[in-house]
C-alpha cells in the first residue's frame, strides 16, 4: 500500500499525525510519499484568520517545503519536514528554524531563501490542489490518499489525534481508519473537543 501525505509543514496536528503514519509503516505494509498542502492557499480570501497569521508567516516553511520537493524529491521532502520539528534544540511545541532543518536534512541551507518570495507559489498551490481535488472540494490538512487497500484509492482528511500511538496501537488506527473511510458513502466521522498536541 501506498500512502500519499500531503501536510502543512506548520501544522502541529498535522506533524502528529504524520508520526503516526511513520510508526504504521513499522506493523503494517505501507509506504509514505510526501507532498505540500498550504494552510495560507486554504484560508486565501476569508473575513477571518483561522491560523492567527496577519503576517502571512505560514507561508515561509511550506515554500520552502515546495521547492525541495521540486528540486530534491518527496523522499527528501520527509527529511525535511522532520528535521523542522527535530532540530528546534530541546522540547519544542512549533518548527524550528527553517535553515538549520535544511542542513540536518542534508540539503542546502540557501533553500530557505525560498521562503521570502512568492516565485515558488505554483509550486505550492499545485500540489494544494492536488489534494483538494482528490477530497472533491476544501478540505483542512493533512489529507491522505492511499492505493493498494482496494480497488479504489481511500481518500481521506486527518486523522486529527493529539498523541503518537505507537506499536500495534497504530496499525489498529490505521486498519479503522481505512475501514472507515473506505465505506461507500461515507462522508465525516468527529469525535470530542480537541486536546493540544502533544510534539516532541
Given at each position: 500500500m501506498i500512502a500519499d501525505f500531503w501536510f502543512d509543514p506548520s501544522c502541529p496536528y498535522t506533524w502528529v499525525t504524520s508520526r503516526?503514519?511513520?510508526?504504521?509503516?513499522?506493523?503494517?505494509?505501507?509506504?509514505?510519499?510526501?507532498?505540500?498542502?498550504s494552510l495560507s492557499v486554504l484560508n486565501e480570501g476569508r473575513d477571518d484568520d483561522p491560523e492567527g497569521d496577519p503576517e502571512g508567516y505560514l507561508w515561509v516553511p511550506v515554500r520552502i517545503a515546495a521547492v525541495v520537493a521540486d528540486?530534491?524529491?518527496?523522499?527528501?521532502?520527509?527529511?525535511?519536514?522532520?528535521?523542522?520539528?527535530?532540530?528546534?534544540?530541546?522540547?519544542?511545541?512549533?518548527?524550528?528554524?527553517p535553515a538549520t532543518a535544511l542542513t540536518a536534512a542534508g540539503l542546502p541551507a540557501d533553500l530557505a531563501e525560498a521562503g521570502s518570495t512568492d516565485e515558488h507559489d505554483h509550486l505550492v498551490r499545485a500540489s494544494h490542489a492536488e489534494a483538494m481535488s482528490l477530497m472533491g472540494g476544501e478540505s483542512?490538512?493533512?489529507?491522505?490518499?492511499?492505493?493498494?487497500?482496494?480497488?479504489?484509492?481511500?481518500?481521506?482528511?486527518?486523522?486529527?489525534?493529539?498523541?503518537?500511538?505507537?506499536?500495534?496501537?497504530?496499525?489498529?488506527?490505521w486498519d479503522g481508519t481505512?475501514?472507515?473511510?473506505?465505506?461507500?458513502?461515507?462522508?465525516?466521522?468527529?469525535?470530542?473537543?480537541?486536546e493540544k498536541p502533544r510534539t516532541p
Open positions: 503516526w503514519l511513520l510508526k504504521v509503516t513499522e506493523v503494517r505494509p505501507v509506504e509514505v510519499r510526501w507532498h505540500v498542502l528540486r530534491y524529491g518527496q523522499e527528501a521532502l520527509g527529511r525535511f519536514y522532520t528535521a523542522l520539528w527535530t532540530t528546534g534544540g530541546g522540547e519544542q511545541h512549533w518548527i524550528g528554524d483542512g490538512t493533512p489529507v491522505i490518499a492511499v492505493t493498494g487497500a482496494g480497488p479504489e484509492p481511500v481518500v481521506f482528511f486527518g486523522p486529527v489525534i493529539s498523541q503518537v500511538p505507537d506499536g500495534e496501537q497504530a496499525g489498529r488506527l481505512l475501514l472507515v473511510a473506505g465505506t461507500p458513502h461515507f462522508h465525516e466521522l468527529k469525535g470530542p473537543s480537541r
